[in-house]
C-alpha cells in the first residue's frame, strides 16, 4: 500500500514533529551521559520519517543513515538533512551497521505496511540491533500498546497551514490491533485535494516487550517523555535500551 504518501508525509511533517524532536533529545542526553559522541560510530533511523530527528543528530555531528517505507518521507528527509545518507526500503530490511544508537521513532515497530511485521520481526531488529551497537550504545523507540485506542472510537481533528486531518482510531483489543483511519485535506493549486489512508498497528504488550529487550541483552529504561518535549500517554510506551558495557 502506499502509505505516508505526499500529503500525510507533508502534515506529518509540519504539523507532527515533536516527536521525533523531544527524542532527539532525549538521544544526545542519554550519548553524552554514556561518554558516547560522533567519534563512536554513526546512528542509525529505522523510520526515520521526513529526518527531523536525523537533521538534529547531524547538525550534533554524528554520520546519520536513515531507512523509510515512504518515498515522499525519504524525499522530504533527503531535502532536511542533505548531510545525511537516507533509502527508502523497510526497516526489516534496513542495514544496521556499528552504531552508538539506533532509533525507530514514532510507533515504527506497530504499523503492518510491511507483512513481516509484528512482535517477531521486532524481536530480531532487538537482536540485530544489540549486536551492532558499541558497548554503552543504544536503540531508542516508542510503541503504541493495548489502550491505544480505548475506551471509545476517538475521532480527532487537527488543523495547520494549508491542511487538515482527521483521525478515527478504533481498537480491537482480543487481535491486539489498532486501525486508523486519515483523512488528510491539503490546499493545492488546483484546489483542495482529499486524501484517505488506513493505518493497520499491532499493539505489544508491555511486560512481553520488557522481557524480549532483557532477552536480546538490554538494560531497558522505560521512559515518561521525550525530553519534556512530548508526554507518553495510556497505551503509548518510550523505551531506552542501552547495551550494556560488559556484553
Ligand atoms: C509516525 S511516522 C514517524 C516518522 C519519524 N520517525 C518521526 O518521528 O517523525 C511513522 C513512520 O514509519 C514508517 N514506517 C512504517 N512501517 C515501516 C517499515 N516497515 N519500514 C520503514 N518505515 C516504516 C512510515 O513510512 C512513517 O514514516
Redesign the pocket.
Known amino acids: 500500500m502506499n502509505?505516508?504518501a505526499e500529503d500525510l508525509?507533508h502534515i506529518?511533517d509540519d504539523g507532527?514533529?515533536m516527536?521525533?524532536r523531544g527524542?532527539a533529545a532525549t538521544l544526545l542526553d542519554a550519548l553524552a551521559a554514556a561518554g558516547l559522541g560522533p567519534a563512536d560510530g554513526p546512528i542509525v533511523?529505522?523510520?526515520?520519517?521526513?529526518g527531523?530527528?536525523s537533521r538534529i543528530l547531524a547538525d550534533a555531528g554524528y554520520a546519520v543513515r536513515g531507512?523509510?517505507?515512504?518515498p515522499a518521507?525519504i524525499a522530504l528527509a533527503h531535502e532536511r538533512a542533505p548531510g545525511a545518507g537516507f533509502e527508502a526500503?523497510?526497516?526489516?530490511d534496513?542495514p544496521i551497521e556499528s552504531s552508538v544508537a539506533v532509533t525507530a521513532?514514532?510507533?515504527?515497530f506497530n504499523?503492518l505496511?510491511?507483512e513481516r511485521?509484528g512482535f517477531d520481526a521486532m524481536n530480531a531488529v532487538f537482536t540485530r540491533a544489540f549486536e551492532a551497537l558499541v558497548p554503552g550504545g543504544m536503540l531508542l523507540f516508542d510503541v503504541a500498546q493495548p489502550g491505544r485506542g480505548l475506551p471509545r472510537a476517538e475521532h480527532t481533528v487537527w488543523t495547520g497551514d494549508g491542511w487538515r486531518v482527521s483521525s478515527e482510531t478504533i481498537e480491537a483489543p482480543a487481535r491486539r490491533r489498532l486501525s486508523r483511519r486519515i483523512v488528510s485535506h491539503r490546499e493545492t493549486s488546483d484546489g483542495e485535494r482529499r486524501t484517505e489512508e488506513i493505518h493497520e498497528l499491532e499493539l505489544y504488550d508491555p511486560e512481553e516487550l520488557h522481557s524480549a529487550l532483557c532477552h536480546a541483552g538490554f538494560s531497558v529504561k522505560a521512559l515518561a517523555t521525550y525530553a519534556g518535549e512530548y508526554h507518553f500517554s495510556a497505551g503509548h510506551g518510550g523505551y531506552l535500551a542501552m547495551r550494556p558495557r560488559t556484553a
Open positions: 502509505a505516508y508525509s506529518h507532527f514533529g516527536i521525533a527524542a533511523e529505522l523510520a526515520c520519517g521526513s527531523i530527528s531507512f523509510d517505507l515512504s518521507m526500503i523497510s526497516l526489516y534496513a521513532i514514532g510507533e515504527a504499523y505496511f510491511d511485521a
